[in-house]
């Protein structure tokens, strides 16, 4: 059975860092690309940002380009979302998907992606 889980969640003031964690148990996870999805109450999933098999594609989101960046360890089963310059719009449940399709290249759509994390809280205020 696939698991993600996400940590690394919580409360920073604006202009602060975070940076989100998904640890794995998939035995082939370097044969999966690998997403940060986020979800504002109300609203549908949203893509954040997504890598490859072996991190050496990612794609972006528009509202996060230049401040985020996602970063996969496939000796530790690990993907990373670092995330800078935090504003009050970026809290939401973030969550980590894996994906068998996007692991050519990260997809952005919520049906590319097989497997997800229970989500964690991220709240940027001051």
């Known amino acids: 059975q696939v698991r993600l889980r996400e940590s690394g969640g919580g409360l920073v003031q604006p202009g602060g860092s975070l940076e989100l964690s998904c640890q794995a148990s998939?035995?082939?996870?370097?044969?999966?690309?690998l997403g940060w999805f986020r979800q504002y109450p109300g609203k549908d999933r949203e893509f954040v940002a997504g890598t490859n098999y072996n991190g050496g594609k990612s794609s972006y989101a528009d509202s996060v380009k230049g401040r985020f960046f996602i970063s996969r360890d496939n000796a530790e089963n690990t993907v990373h979302l670092r995330m800078n310059d935090l504003k009050p719009d970026d809290t939401a449940v973030y969550y980590c998907?894996?994906?068998?399709?996007?692991?050519?290249?990260?997809?952005?759509?919520?049906?590319?992606?097989?497997?997800w994390g229970q989500g964690t809280q991220v709240t940027v205020s001051s």
């Open positions: 998907a894996g994906s068998t399709v996007g692991a050519i290249m990260p997809g952005d759509r919520i049906s590319e992606y097989d497997y």
């Open positions: 998939i035995r082939t996870f370097s044969q999966y690309g």
